[in-house]
């Protein structure tokens, strides 16, 4: 009786052991889910403040392209000889063609041949991010550029083109057995031996 006693002491501290760690798990799990919703609540926030941010920046550009697209281009185009190319990017990049045309070629060249380099990269690069993008949406992984050699340049993709048959004209002639007309007659075979006639 004494050992089923202390055995029925034994399970009964061992089952509050077990409640006291589901209830502390229970705490830690409802702290995490608070946690969560909390980082969910915060990312909402901050999308929120960075698409106003964005429309803000947005409308703040576009005055400033109105502003120089209503100016006379060589005016513009003293003014964009000094201005730091991150900021003549956006302003550009903005501008109708038709419009930014004539301040380009109003500007100084070496200064207007930099800004064309970097707006052919900027959508180069734009270019790339958009197809790669289409490609994932697509299910269709992007191909890889490969890699260039020692010397810098790009190799050449390997042909897929099947490899042609050998041509029957150039394959060697294989020896024919020769022709009654090949043959030497008897006569010239043996001369001494007359020909019948």
């Known amino acids: 009786m004494q050992n089923l006693s202390k055995r029925r002491e034994e399970l009964e501290r061992w089952e509050n052991n077990i409640q006291i760690k589901e209830a502390t ?18 990312k909402k926030q901050v999308a929120l403040l960075l698409a106003q941010y ?32 991150p900021i003549l990017l956006l302003v550009i990049d903005s501008m109708a063609e038709k419009k930014a045309a004539p301040i380009l070629a109003a500007m100084n060249p070496k200064k207007a041949k930099q800004l064309t380099v970097e707006l052919a990269n900027e959508r180069k690069i734009n270019t790339r991010i958009t197809s790669g993008a289409e490609q994932l949406a697509a299910g269709v992984p992007p191909v890889p550029a490969p890699a260039p050699d ?20 150039a394959a ?3 020896a024919s057995p020769a022709t009654p007309a090949d043959k030497p007659s008897a006569a010239a075979a043996d001369p001494a031996k007359p020909a019948k006639n």
């Open 25 to 42: 798990l229970d705490a830690t799990q409802k702290r995490i889910d608070d946690k969560i919703k909390q980082i969910e609540a915060m």
């Open 150 to 169: 020692a010397s810098g340049a790009a190799p050449a993709p390997a042909s897929t083109a099947p490899t042609p048959a050998p041509d029957a004209a």
């Open 54 to 85: 964005n429309t803000q920046e947005d409308a703040k550009i576009h005055s400033l392209v109105k502003i120089y697209e209503n100016m006379k281009p060589s005016e513009a185009a003293r003014i964009f000889d000094e201005v730091e190319m």
């Open 172 to 174: 060697p002639a294989s």
